[in-house]
């Protein structure tokens, strides 16, 4: 079986920083009420930017069978 890519959210660890915004290169993600949130998924390209420059791991991939 093939396994994918899904961009997970963990908003407890999540302080409101930005640097996942700065660093999508496809405008995915917004900060609302100092927590990031995924604004266009449809425009992720599972790059894994958001996650290499998460300093809290409030942002990943995960593997999910599909």
């Known amino acids: 079986m093939a396994s ?5 959210i963990e908003p407890a660890y999540c302080k409101g920083c930005g640097y996942c915004i700065e660093f999508c290169p496809a405008d995915v993600l917004e900060l609302v009420n100092d927590k990031v949130h995924i604004k ?17 791991y409030a942002i ?7």
Do not use: F, S
Not at 4 to 8: D, F, G, N, Q, V
Not at 40 to 56: Q, S, Y
């Open 40 to 56: 266009n998924i449809d425009n992720c390209t599972k790059c894994g930017l958001c996650e290499m420059r998460c300093p809290d």
């Open 4 to 8: 994918a890519k899904e961009l997970c």
């Open 60 to 66: 990943y991939l995960e593997e999910v069978e599909g």
